[in-house]
């Protein structure tokens, strides 16, 4: 039956529930478009949720994460449970256009109905990830999937923001780390769950695996809660490690639902998002701000060197 | 002569001129801060500056980006020449520590008095590194340096955009680029003056040069203003090709003088930076916003879903 072009909120989450991807889809893109459309669907998508499990993925490019993560696909779908992936990219600053190239490698499951993958992309407005993830995660929670995988390149503010927020962070590196994760190892070392050497076969995975023992030491922000994050090795194209790695993951979601640590988080995470939607709401007033006269005489003066960008702004925000 | 602890801008700004590299640190770390007391200095040296000319350098973890701009520098020193460095770090979210790793790679500098570099990092605030980087570059400019290099990861799409609003932008790949950059290829590919493949003496080189070609045909944004995004080999470890990368950078700049489109890129820059200090002033009204308890209330309130995160925030703006 084809969905009707001006299918509400509700009748798309009943059909997505049913079912239908087009409907979870189509959800999904309104909420990643953001604006009054976006909203609506998550005003009918919350009150639904909260069963969903999140798994981060994140690591340097080239680092495997999609092979891993489509691995890790497999171990779900073997244990009997559905899995929606959201995997995110960041987009051009000029046409916002998603890179899809990585996606070819979750082919192996594009016929099984059992797994949902998207991916994201910002259309360059600000905060448009930050925004848009957790509103995603909403609609596939709210249409039951029990499991969401969030991959995310692990460089990049945003990009280790999301990755972090999950129920439980992957992060992934490789033998030989050197280059490609040194710009920003402290972040990636501290929102990592669980680490797993990918591509372990390769030459360097033991020195690998001593460095990341020596920089949990040193970092010593570790172990809180009775969680040591264990390092795990993984061949992910050849779905070797997946298994322990996902065993890890059950472990961690065990034991941050005893001790309490999952609501602790997830009541973080919340407060986090809320000061974002405060933030942009906010914003959609700068824009209306910034749309006017007064705003070109500002930059016109900033840009003359008669003012400088802090007091112009004071003026336009506070005129009197 | 020891700096006072209470310098005033004025004073630091004086001292920096006149080659007081420790009051010039110190007005760089005042704007990195931001507060009341980098917003005092931008005042001091907005109307001090519109001399320096900016280069952006950017590419994938890995790609040699810090060596490629060790080579620029000594390139722009023989030639009589001081330039100043800022390398943009992605901080830890958690500990805002900055990876400084990279930077040895500029040792050959250090003891030049011609060469100041610095690292940024953002202290986790929103939109920090957008708004902290062009105030510094402020400050250099102010103090006197014609050139200044913005070196940033070529990942996430706060350091893209930090790269892309340089004057001119040089986008390092590495032969056999594959999954090091297709996370952002079309991101890299838009705001790209001049391409470098560095380590060109690696197999692959003339692939990448063919691909390059290729993208940039596909893309058809290019060649505005009668410029066509030069590909140049470099080997910057030996220092080869970093000649020819510096003459395409006056080139480029002769070209954007002369047309008008250096003046036009700068005035939309600042427009995009008014915006986002806009957007930051009232980022402020929205952490006051979020202080109180009508915030903690909201979060209960959404936490236990009693209500959806949009329909609180607008119940927390406009409490009516």
């Known amino acids: 039956m084809p969905l009707p072009r001006d299918a509400d909120p509700d009748a798309l989450l009943a059909a997505a529930r049913a079912g239908d991807r087009r409907a979870l889809a189509r959800l999904v893109s309104e909420v990643e478009r953001g604006g009054d459309a976006g909203r609506a669907v998550s005003r009918v998508v919350h009150p639904e949720g909260g069963h969903a499990y999140t798994v981060g993925i994140t690591g340097a490019p080239g680092a495997g994460k999609s092979t891993l993560t489509s691995a890790v696909v497999a171990e779900i779908r073997s244990a009997g449970d559905r899995v929606a992936v959201v995997a995110i990219d960041p987009s051009s600053p000029f046409t916002g256009g998603a890179i899809l190239g990585d996606r070819v490698r979750m082919d192996e499951h594009a016929l099984d109905e059992g797994v949902f993958i998207r991916s994201m992309a910002t259309r360059g407005h600000l905060g448009g990830l930050t925004l848009a993830t957790p509103q995603a995660i909403r609609v596939l929670d709210a249409a039951g999937w029990p499991w969401v995988l969030v991959e995310t390149v692990g460089v990049g503010q945003v990009e280790v923001e999301i990755a972090g927020s999950a129920d439980t962070t992957v992060v992934v590196v490789n033998p030989g780390w050197g280059d490609a994760v040194q710009a920003n190892k402290a972040g990636l070392m501290e929102i990592a769950d669980i680490f797993v050497i990918n591509k372990a076969d390769r030459p360097g995975a ?55 640590q999952l609501e602790e988080r997830r009541s973080v995470r919340l407060t986090d998002e809320l000061r974002h939607i405060v933030a942009a709401r906010l914003l959609e007033q700068a824009m209306a701000t910034t749309a006017g006269a007064a705003f070109e005489d500002a930059c016109a003066d900033v840009l003359a060197r008669r003012l400088d960008p802090w007091t112009a702004v004071d003026r336009l925000l506070d005129p009197a």
């Open 206 to 260: 033991a020195e690998t695996r001593r460095d990341l023992a020596q920089m949990l030491e040193l970092a010593g922000v570790r172990s809180e809660g009775g969680w040591e994050p264990p390092v795990i090795d993984t061949v992910a194209n050849r779905h070797e490690g997946a298994d322990e790695l996902w065993a890890a993951v059950t472990r961690h979601r065990e034991l941050v639902t005893r001790t309490g």
